[in-house]
């Protein structure tokens, strides 16, 4: 049982690079979600897909870009990578967007350092 | 305001004792969902609990207790007889049912270390 599968693992970036963050989810959920842990700040929300064709902007949208390519996959997009964006960054996947009781499923995560 | 707070950031016991990680949350939303997750040294987050603002019972899972109080608007979490695998960061989740969206606000997370 996958669940929900990031990658990469681990990741290095200088400033002003670009990369993509991958996401894939094998439980045919429809809304998928991406998160950034810092420390001392939780998780907190940067972009999600409600379902396939739409995305919307969570609370710390700036500096990325996300594309929801088909129900299974949602990658995040960093076009210029800055410091502030040194992060773990997860995905998730839940059932349904207003769904009463579904918990997210998140991925392992991605650590991200910009130097 | 909609928040999720964790005042404690890191608690440290020894085994065998019990431990109240408590979180307390803001919404304007009467209808709600509370959640705990768990991340162990590997990284991952896995999913302990929901609760929906209409249930107030508390729940028991093993060594794992939570108790939902609407009127102080808390949603701890208590583990008993606590052992070295419960070792993680801790974190409470609050579900506003507006919004039109899954949207989980966090807390900050509380550490918990269990020393043998």
Redesign the interface.
């Known amino acids: 049982n996958a669940g929900v599968t990031q990658t990469p693992k681990f990741q290095v970036l200088k400033t002003g690079q670009s990369m993509t963050l991958q996401c894939a989810q094998d439980m045919n959920h429809n809304?998928m979600?991406w998160y950034r842990q810092d420390p001392?700040?939780?998780?907190?929300?940067i972009y999600?897909s409600?379902s396939e064709g739409t995305t919307?902007k969570?609370e710390v949208p700036n500096g990325y870009n996300v594309s929801r390519l088909n129900k299974r996959e949602f990658s995040l997009r960093l076009e210029s990578a800055a410091p502030s964006q040194t992060s773990?960054y997860?995905c998730?996947s839940?059932e349904?967007?207003?769904?009463?009781?579904?918990?997210?499923?998140?991925?392992?995560?991605t650590r991200l350092t910009v130097t | 305001a909609q928040k999720v707070t964790q005042a404690q950031t890191e608690i440290s016991v020894v085994e065998k004792e019990d431990v109240t990680l408590d979180c307390v949350y803001e919404t304007r939303d009467t209808t709600y969902y509370l959640f705990w997750y768990k991340q162990p040294p590997s990284g991952e987050l896995v999913f302990l609990i929901r609760r929906n603002s209409f249930d107030e019972q508390n729940e028991i899972s093993g060594r794992y207790s939570w108790n939902f109080q609407k009127s102080t608007s808390s949603f701890n979490f208590t583990i008993t007889a606590s052992q070295v695998v419960d070792s993680a960061v801790y974190f409470c989740a609050l579900k506003p049912f507006s919004g039109g969206y899954n949207k989980l606000i966090f807390g900050a997370g509380t550490r918990l270390a269990v020393h043998p």
Not at chain 1, 40 to 45: I, P
């Open positions: 809304s979600y001392g700040m939780g998780l907190r929300l999600y409600a919307d969570g773990v997860f998730a839940s349904a967007d207003r769904g009463v009781n579904s918990p997210l499923h998140f991925g392992n995560g």
